[in-house]
């Protein structure tokens, strides 16, 4: 295993509802998705390298802690737009050693559900590319992942292959900014393609959107996996 942060690192997850995750609604800053899962099984499995002397049983238990500042800063129904437009309070001002971000999909969801207008895919690239010019401008040594944006086909097939094709060129965009600004890169498609030929589309997100416990699971281990800690 690959003890990838520090203690006293900090580690933040940036994105739409998908890293929320209903932070805020549930009793805790961190939500239940795999911003939660990755958090949790990071501690789990590199607590004792933090702990001092002599341990003792408690009830509650002491929560396992790694040392590592994890901080989840995903808004539910945010564009990239919206990030950038938060970048000094909820990046900047975190001061992160390490970030990823997961972004794009409610360009497409709520062009087709709201009305509002099309992000391009040039509109789109120049936005990811100033985010990631800055982010690289005020912490350039900090890690970086990048997600891709997706959907599983639980929505009517129709409105599946919709969906896809309009956010065909945010996946190229966002692979063009992998490969120039990330240490790494998580190709959430690809990911879920394969993961469905062992669960149904329903099982992973039964809305084709936001992943269910199985679907969070599932980026939290590929996220931990690509890290090398798996």
Known sequence: MNK???????????????????????GNDFGYGYAYKVREMYNELFSDDNLQGPQTES?????ADAGVNFVNRGIGGNHLIDVLARYESDIKAVNPDFMS???????????????RE?????????QYERLMQQFRKDFPKAKLMIMEPFFIPTLKEEHYKLCMGTLAPEILVVRKMAAKYAD???????????????????EIARD?????????GIIAYEFMKALGIL
Do not use: Q, W
């Open 101 to 115: 971000i997961l972004i794009g999909a409610n360009e497409v969801l709520h062009y087709y559900t709201e009305g």
């Open 208 to 216: 084709g959107i936001h992943p269910t416990p199985i679907g969070h």
């Open 118 to 126: 099309l992000v391009t895919g040039e509109v789109f690239e120049e």
């Open 184 to 202: 790494y890169f998580l190709p959430l498609g690809s990911i879920f393609t394969k993961a469905l030929m062992e669960y149904k589309p329903v």
């Open 4 to 26: 990838i942060f520090k203690p006293g690192d900090t580690v933040l997850f940036m994105g739409d509802s998908i890293t929320d995750c209903g932070r805020g609604f549930v």
């Open 59 to 63: 009830y509650p238990p002491i929560k």
